[in-house]
Each structure stands twice: as structure tokens, then as C-alpha cells.
């Protein structure tokens, strides 16, 4: 699967997102490895602890059909800053593997990295 496609799917969905407050609109594309590619978008809410990440939205749908093996995430924005993921989301990616790929998009940067450089002490059982 060529990171352009993710990037794509991400782009794609982060259109979808429901961001009346922040107005800040993300979209994630988890590609599992047995090359499917799970979408999400932020969707908040007026009290904002019940609003949900791209990230988890993603992460949910997948395991939701089933899937638990992951191989890549790609997040983006639409803004000059990286939509770097929140601490929850880092929390729950990791739960799926501390080597996961993670690409993060802005308008104006890219980076590369994993979920054990962003969580490199992640709550473990």
C-alpha cells in the first residue's frame, strides 16, 4: 500500500469530521496487516470529554470488523501544525503494538515516527 493512498484516505476523511467547536478537522487511515484500510474523522461534542478522536475512531472501526493487527497510521489536518495524536489516542494505539508505523500530516510538514517513540512508557498489565 503506497503512503500516498493513506495520506489520501486521511485527507478524505478528515473532511467528514464534526469540529463545530474547535473547527479543527482530523482524519486518520489505519492500514491493517492484512491490507485492509480502516477511516476516522474527530467527532466532538458540546461536553467535550465525549469527544472522539480520528484516531480512535479508526482504531474502533477495525476491531470492531474484526481486525487487531495494524501496520500503519497516517493523521492529518489541515493546519500549519502537526495533528500530533492526544495521550488517550497514544494509549490505545499502543495497546495494538509499540513498533506501529505512525505518519503525521499537516499543510506545510511531514513526520514518520512509531507509537513507542510518542508513548515510550505506555501502560502495560
Same mark, same amino acid.
Given at each position: 500500500?503506497?503512503?500516498?493512498?493513506?495520506?489520501?484516505?486521511?485527507?478524505? #476523511?478528515?473532511?467528514?469530521?464534526?469540529?463545530?467547536?474547535?473547527?479543527?478537522? #482530523? @482524519?486518520?487511515?489505519?492500514?491493517? %496487516?492484512?491490507? %485492509?484500510?480502516?477511516? @476516522?474523522?474527530?467527532? +466532538?461534542?458540546?461536553?467535550?470529554?465525549?469527544?472522539?478522536?480520528?484516531?480512535?475512531?479508526?482504531?474502533?472501526?477495525? #476491531?470492531? +470488523? @474484526?481486525?487487531?493487527?495494524?501496520?500503519?497510521?497516517?493523521?492529518?489536518?489541515?493546519?500549519?501544525? =502537526?495533528?500530533?495524536?492526544?495521550?488517550?489516542?497514544?494509549?490505545?494505539?499502543?495497546?495494538? @503494538?509499540?513498533? =506501529? %508505523?505512525?505518519?503525521?500530516?499537516?499543510?506545510? +510538514?511531514?513526520? #514518520?515516527?512509531?507509537?513507542?517513540?510518542?508513548?515510550? =512508557?505506555?501502560?502495560?498489565?
Amino acid at each position: 500500500m503506497k503512503k500516498n493512498h493513506l495520506i489520501e484516505k486521511a485527507k478524505e #476523511v478528515s473532511r467528514k469530521a464534526y469540529a463545530p467547536y474547535s473547527n479543527y478537522k #482530523v @482524519g486518520a487511515a489505519l492500514l491493517t %496487516k492484512s491490507g %485492509k484500510v480502516y477511516t @476516522g474523522c474527530n467527532i +466532538e461534542n458540546s461536553s467535550y470529554g465525549l469527544t472522539n478522536c480520528a484516531e480512535r475512531t479508526a482504531v474502533f472501526k477495525a #476491531v470492531s +470488523e @474484526g481486525e487487531m493487527e495494524f501496520e500503519e497510521m497516517v493523521i492529518y489536518a489541515n493546519s500549519p501544525h =502537526l495533528p500530533t495524536p492526544c495521550g488517550a489516542c497514544r494509549q490505545v494505539l499502543s495497546e495494538f @503494538g509499540p513498533e =506501529l %508505523k505512525i505518519m503525521i500530516v499537516s499543510s506545510k +510538514e511531514q513526520l #514518520v515516527t512509531s507509537i513507542s517513540e510518542l508513548l515510550p =512508557l505506555a501502560f502495560k498489565l
